[in-house]
């Protein structure tokens, strides 16, 4: 009771402590509740949503269509458990309208119970399903009327056939993130679709099986998936539940929500160094208490006990005060969501949600803080009677395990924020070099620059007396500027680093504009080849990488047989664990070439031998380096695929760097000419750079006389790609921007915990005459020099990151944009010197006599 | 003339209640000496001592040091008065945590850009017995060596007057006499005048002459 009495009359008599730091919590654990309040709602909205994204209780779906015997299969195994199964074929083509104008669309062939859960809504309910299927009717969304200055009852041709626009699609339920597809889609009778002669061979097509359980094995279906897994062998046909379309929609949101649960990780880990600063400071007012208390008989046990209680509240206040916050954002958050994804319902903040930021809370606040406690409730009672004005840190080797709490907690924290063992920890990495390059090395500069310079110059100079004595202070008082610089040079860094990715990417996908090409065409049958060819030299446009596609799967690896991954129901599996599970469960588009193409450099093995002739002998493989890490492929292993159920084995001889932003015709795997020349093949290719005139033109030529190819923008896309990145960067941005706030309250509560000696230092120097102008001076000297390390820190190490994030992912090197950087350092400048006047306004003019008291 | 004093009113005002300190007070020192001023607490000795510091200002009166109106400066002005005229010891010491020994006696040289600052630090520090101490920070010293250094500050500059504020209060009697003989005789050598407020009798004998600040005036004993 005692402790109890103590903690919170200590509280309530230190309101400058507990307001500091209830704010500086509350500010750090803003990011976490907000971020775990979105991915929260995300999931609970997808899930409510999930049987109307999938359509149907299960769903089998492949890129090829079902052999007899596997449509067979399911059907024994599903007459007694299903209500009804359809079927629903998804492909890409382009559309034709009446004065020639084409783009490419996704059509989705559905049968007259589509879907089996949600709706497709039209505007003015002009058809419904039963007119898709008998006439030749679609539908289309409002984004394709107006590319193509369509009207309802307008013609549009799709393959050979053509449609009449029936209904324009207000709301489809079995659509999520809105603006990210390929191309917008359109609707078409299952019985339709057979007439447009768009399903030949290797078409990018996928045919779903739909089905609707009957009401008592609804509750079963992940016995259902398992049962079918069993069925359907192909590893690369895909069985998918409601949960499972969620988590495919929700995928992209949950990168980014990964990414901004990083940013407000170091949000929370600076208000952490903020909050431990302040606790010190509170500790050295509390030492005499400490010292009675123990010299009274209290156990150090019971004294620790009265501080953590206070961290305990502390913790709770400034929780709620967040989780209060964010609960009052909820609507703006609401309509983020609505205007991306289209998803829109009553947002919540759950209880988990509460009670997860609390443990996170007090955990942060707990590991820093506990340290700096127990080293000083250690202390002999004669010291602690001295108080805090002689306590001197002194920091040992054995302080390290005192913080390996601190580590352990911050880098779980970061591997289940990311949910990824690599970036959590490539982050915690990161973030630990820093903090110990500014926290050990800083230090170790100050004291050098102490013995070299500031204790044998003199500042007689007019300049160099404010600076000499600013250079003095900050070098001095080590903790203080330390804390400072980490704070501030973190919070500059990630702004910075954000700024750098976007450019990177930018430059990335912008760079070759001249060579890069800005049509890709795919479908195009082997027929086709040669007349296409033909078409580009009769109208001038020049056809790149004309490039074979053969579709295949994996049969074994190294003789072992390649298996569906069956992990697919674990509660927490990381992002990796997920791409190489999705890599595994896919079909596989092979490909065969003389070499590496001119977007392609072989990085380990050697070229391929030749022509494949020696039939006794596996082929040749060029493997990209990503994909052969996913699979574990080394140069010798050997691969079997079966290509139209004929073997075909391969020997990798070679991995290969692929630069995917060139948007040219490339393949994971590439085996060497006369292996698989004669497999039935599709081609894709590219078309050089044209004006967006040129582009149409062409566009709608080739349609005109090739109407199943299919022709992608690569213009649009790189526009779609960059605006997705804005939208990305725009969240991380703020996010980024909530730890430079922090860095910014940390400075100011620092300032404000050193007022009462900057006060009394202020106090002295007038009395030996300095005047207030020069004590301004002196101070912002102080404040410049803060913000000049803090930016060169952080921006020095966000063009690092940057170089390092653009080889790894662009394999090349970025640019440093200096614009931004500028801005960022202006701004810093500017808020540190507002800081510095702002708290030094109140003892320039105050009388020295009142100073010193 | 060093010092005139000149019906000095000085009075605060508590609780929207104007209390008068010093009220028509006179002084005048016209050569080189030592002059304690003796009084109870809270009769308005240190208030006293910042007015002839330049620290605060009178409600009415003016002060003259050298010729110089001090009463009549700008803040700063006041600012330059002090750096060139006068030398402050206080009870507390008031240090500079973060500097060293040197540095806190250098930094009035350094202000006032007097040259070879570093050289004159240590001859003041010399002066006072702490040579040895030089690089040590405030919290390294004992409370009576933190005193010789304020003493050191004060006299570096060889400022004219030297205002000490019970110098010798925070110590025990036996470093408390060493600190007060150190500065009559620093004062003695380098013919400053010492003004001390104390309220010990028997330090005050030691002064040239003694005043006794009582009923808000100055008179001498």
Not at chain 1, 88 to 111: G, N, P
Not at chain 1, 745 to 764: H, V
């Given at each position: 009771m005692t402790v109890l009495k103590i903690a919170f009359r200590d509280l309530v008599n230190s309101r400058g402590f507990t307001a500091l730091f209830l704010f500086n919590l509350f500010l750090g654990i803003c990011g976490f509740v907000t971020l775990h309040s979105f991915r929260d709602n995300v999931n609970s909205l997808l899930d409510q949503r999930s049987k109307q994204l999938l359509s149907a209780d299960v769903a089998v779906s492949g890129r090829r269509t079902l052999t007899k015997e596997e449509t067979q299969g399911i059907n024994d195994y599903?007459?007694?458990?299903?209500?009804?199964?359809?079927?629903?074929?998804?492909?890409?083509?382009?559309?034709?309208?009446?004065?020639?104008?084409?783009?490419?669309?996704?059509?989705?062939?559905?049968?007259?119970?589509?879907?089996?859960?949600?709706?497709?809504?039209?505007?003015?309910?002009?058809?419904?399903?039963?007119?898709?299927?008998?006439?030749?009717?679609?539908?289309?969304?409002?984004?394709?009327?107006?590319?193509?200055?369509?009207?309802?009852?307008?013609?549009?041709?799709?393959?050979?056939?053509?449609?009449?626009?029936?209904?324009?699609?207000?709301?489809?339920?079995?659509?999520?993130?809105r603006g990210i597809g390929l191309a917008p889609k359109v609707y078409v009778g299952l019985s339709n679709l057979k007439e447009t002669n768009l399903i030949s061979f290797g078409s990018v097509s996928t045919n779903v099986k739909l089905v609707k359980l009957l009401p008592e094995w609804e509750k079963k279906?992940?016995?259902?998936?398992?049962?079918?897994?069993?069925?359907?062998?192909?590893?690369?046909?895909?069985?998918?539940?409601?949960?499972?379309?969620?988590?495919?929609?929700?995928?992209?949101?949950?990168?980014?929500?990964?990414?901004?649960?990083?940013?407000?990780?170091?949000?929370?880990?600076?208000?952490?160094?903020?909050?431990?600063?302040?606790?010190?400071?509170?500790?050295?007012?509390?030492?005499?208490?400490?010292?009675?208390?123990?010299?009274?008989?209290?156990?150090?046990?019971?004294?620790?006990?009265?501080?953590?209680?206070?961290?305990?509240?502390?913790?709770?206040?400034?929780v709620l005060g967040a989780n209060v916050f964010v609960w009052s954002i909820l609507p703006l958050i609401g309509d983020a969501l609505s205007t991306w994804t289209g998803m829109s319902g009553e947002l919540k903040l759950g209880w988990e949600t509460v009670y997860l930021s609390y443990l996170v809370a007090f955990g942060a606040s707990l590991f820093i803080c506990a340290p700096i406690l127990l080293k000083m409730v250690g202390r002999k009672i004669q010291n602690l009677f001295q108080g805090g004005q002689f306590f001197r840190w002194e920091f040992e080797k054995r302080d390290l395990l005192l913080y390996a709490p601190l580590a352990l907690f911050m880098w779980g924290l970061a591997v289940a924020q990311a949910h990824s063992f690599k970036i959590g920890t490539f982050f915690t990495l990161v973030l630990f070099i820093v903090v110990i390059i500014v926290s050990l090395g800083f230090p170790v500069l100050f004291s050098f620059m102490d013995k070299r310079w500031l204790t044998k110059k003199n500042l007689t100079r007019p300049l160099s007396l404010s600076w000499g004595l600013a250079a003095r202070y900050f070098s001095r008082d080590r903790l203080s500027s330390t804390l400072t610089i980490c704070a501030l040079a973190i919070g500059v860094m990630l702004l910075s680093l954000i700024g750098q990715l976007e450019t990177s990417l930018r430059e990335e996908l912008e760079q070759d504009v001249g060579r890069?090409?800005?049509?890709?065409?795919?479908?195009?049958?082997e027929y086709q080849k040669d007349g296409l060819v033909a078409l580009a030299q009769e109208e001038g446009f020049s056809l790149r990488s004309p490039s074979p596609m053969v579709r295949s799967r994996i049969l074994k690896i190294n003789g072992e047989k390649f298996k569906r991954s069956e992990k697919?129901?674990?509660?927490?599996?990381?992002?990796?664990?997920?791409?190489?599970?999705?890599?595994?469960?896919?079909?596989?588009?092979?490909?065969?070439?003389?070499?590496?193409?001119?977007?392609?450099?072989?990085?380990?093995?050697?070229?391929?031998?030749?022509?494949?002739?020696?039939?006794?002998?596996?082929?040749?493989?060029?493997?990209?380096?990503?994909?052969?890490?996913?699979?574990?492929?080394?140069?010798?292993?050997?691969?079997?695929?079966?290509?139209?159920?004929?073997?075909?084995?391969?020997?990798?001889?070679?991995?290969?760097?692929?630069?995917?932003?060139?948007?040219?015709?490339?393949?994971?795997?590439?085996?060497?000419?006369?292996?698989?020349?004669?497999?039935?093949?599709?081609?894709?290719?590219?078309?050089?750079?044209?004006?967006?005139?040129?582009?149409?033109?062409?566009?709608?030529?080739?349609?005109?006389?090739?109407?199943?190819?299919?022709?992608?923008?690569?213009?649009?896309?790189?526009?779609?790609?960059?605006?997705?990145?804005?939208?990305?960067?725009?969240?991380?941005?703020?996010m980024a921007g909530l730890?430079?706030?922090?860095?910014?309250?940390?400075?100011?509560?620092?300032?404000?915990?050193?007022?009462?000696?900057?006060?009394?230092?202020?106090?002295?120097?007038?009395?030996?005459?300095?005047?207030?102008g020069q004590l301004l001076k002196t101070l912002l000297a102080e404040y410049f020099i803060l913000a000049t390390l803090a930016c060169v820190i952080g921006l020095g190490f966000s063009v690092v990151l940057g170089q390092v994030v653009s080889i790894i992912f662009f394999d090349g090197v970025g640019r440093p944009d200096w614009m931004f950087m500028l801005k960022i350092g202006v701004g810093v400048y500017a808020v540190t010197f507002l800081i510095a006047i702002a708290s030094g306004r109140s003892f320039y003019s105050l009388k020295i006599k009142s100073l010193l008291s | 003339m060093i010092l005139e004093v000149d019906k000095v009113v000085k009075g605060y005002t508590q609780a929207s209640k104007k209390l008068d300190v010093l009220d028509g007070l006179d002084l005048q020192i016209e050569r080189p000496k030592s002059i304690a001023i003796l009084g109870k607490s809270g009769s308005g000795k240190s208030t006293f001592l910042s007015l002839l510091g330049g620290l605060d200002r009178p409600d009415e009166g003016k002060i003259v040091v050298n010729g110089q109106n001090i009463t009549a400066m700008k803040e700063s002005e006041l600012a330059k008065y002090r750096a060139e005229n006068i030398g402050i010891v206080f009870q507390q010491f008031h240090l500079m945590k973060t500097f060293t020994a040197l540095e806190n006696v250098m930094l009035p040289l350094e202000i006032l850009k007097k040259e070879n600052p570093r050289e004159k630090a240590m001859k003041a520090l010399e002066q006072v017995g702490l040579a040895d101490r030089a690089n040590h920070f405030p919290h390294q010293l004992s409370g009576g060596e933190c005193q010789r250094v304020a003493v050191a500050r004060a006299i570096a500059p060889e400022p004219k007057i030297i205002l000490a504020d019970e110098p010798s209060g925070n110590l025990d009697t036996e470093t408390g006499e060493s600190v007060m003989n150190m500065i009559f005789e620093l004062c003695q050598r380098r013919e400053s005048v010492l003004i001390l407020v104390t309220h010990d009798t028997d330090l005050a004998r030691s002064c040239d002459q003694i005043y006794e600040l009582s009923s808000k005036k100055l008179k001498a004993i």
């Open positions: 599903l007459k007694d458990k299903a209500v009804e199964v359809m079927d629903s074929i998804e492909v890409y083509s382009m559309s034709k309208s009446k004065d020639k104008r084409s783009r490419l669309v996704q059509i989705k062939a559905v049968e007259k119970s589509f879907p089996f859960y949600g709706e497709v809504k039209l505007e003015k309910d002009t058809s419904d399903m039963e007119g898709l299927q008998k006439k030749s009717h679609i539908w289309v969304e409002p984004q394709l009327m107006a590319q193509m200055k369509l009207e309802l009852g307008d013609p549009l041709s799709l393959g050979d056939k053509t449609f009449k626009v029936m209904g324009v699609i207000e709301n489809d339920t079995s659509t999520s993130l279906a992940e016995q259902v998936k398992l049962e079918l897994g069993k069925i359907l062998k192909d590893p690369g046909l895909r069985i998918r539940l409601p949960k499972d379309a969620s988590e495919q929609v929700g995928r992209i949101l949950n990168y980014l929500s990964d990414y901004l649960g990083l940013v407000g990780l170091v949000a929370l880990f600076l208000s952490g160094i903020g909050s431990g600063y302040l606790f010190q400071n509170f500790l050295f007012e509390k030492l005499e208490d400490i010292g009675i208390l123990k010299s009274l008989g209290m156990s150090l046990g019971q004294i620790s006990m009265i501080y953590f209680l206070q961290l305990g509240v502390l913790s709770l206040a400034s890069k090409p800005d049509l890709f065409l795919f479908d195009i049958q697919e129901d674990e509660a927490f599996s990381t992002r990796e664990e997920e791409t190489s599970r999705r890599f595994r469960n896919r079909g596989i588009n092979l490909s065969f070439a003389d070499g590496p193409n001119e977007s392609e450099t072989i990085i380990e093995g050697r070229p391929f031998s030749g022509r494949y002739e020696d039939e006794s002998k596996p082929a040749e493989l060029s493997i990209e380096r990503r994909y052969a890490r996913r699979l574990g492929l080394e140069i010798g292993d050997t691969v079997t695929f079966e290509i139209l159920g004929i073997e075909v084995q391969g020997v990798v001889v070679n991995l290969r760097r692929v630069r995917w932003t060139s948007f040219l015709p490339n393949f994971f795997i590439v085996f060497q000419p006369g292996a698989i020349d004669d497999a039935p093949k599709t081609y894709l290719a590219a078309v050089d750079s044209l004006t967006e005139e040129q582009r149409y033109a062409v566009q709608d030529k080739i349609v005109d006389k090739y109407s199943n190819v299919s022709i992608v923008s690569v213009t649009e896309i790189v526009s779609k790609i960059m605006n997705i990145f804005k939208a990305m960067a725009q969240a991380l941005t703020i730890c430079l706030s922090i860095g910014f309250f940390t400075l100011y509560a620092i300032t404000q915990n050193q007022l009462k000696k900057k006060r009394f230092e202020a106090a002295i120097q007038k009395v030996f005459g300095f005047s207030p | -």
